[in-house]
């Protein structure tokens, strides 16, 4: 069955750095597009990133120029590297994908980020 494990999410201030990693398992990973999501207390899940399977990206409004969205295909595994951390990307953020035959969407645990002030 397919797996996403997220890892590397963690306390960090303000200003700081962190990259988040999601290992993928049971997909032809070098054929699907791969996104990170958010969740932050009280608010609705959003798109932080994508990255196409032809390595195309695509980010939120709120992160450009501080988040990048990478991926190995030969290790499948997707990256989110988060710079200039502020209060307001604390939040779980999640790993997706979606099957391209059946467009079952498939989410990993999640991972904590939070940034103090």
């Known amino acids: 069955q397919v797996q996403l494990v997220e890892s590397g999410g963690g306390l960090v201030q303000a200003g700081r750095s962190l990259r988040l990693s999601c290992t993928a398992s049971?997909?032809?990973?070098?054929?699907?597009?791969m996104h990170w999501y958010r969740q932050a207390p009280g608010k609705q899940r959003e798109l932080v990133a994508t990255?196409?399977?032809?390595?195309?990206?695509n980010y939120a409004d709120s992160v450009k120029g501080r988040f990048a969205i990478s991926r190995d295909n030969a290790k499948k595994t997707v990256y989110l590297q988060m710079n200039s951390l502020n209060a307001e990307d604390t939040a779980v953020y999640y790993c997706?994908?979606?099957?391209?035959?059946?467009?079952?969407?498939?989410w990993g645990q999640g991972t904590q980020v939070t940034v103090s002030s």
């Open positions: 997706n994908t979606r099957s391209r035959i059946t467009g079952t969407h498939y």
């Open positions: 049971g997909i032809i990973f070098s054929l699907n597009d």
């Open positions: 990255i196409t399977d032809t390595g195309t990206t």
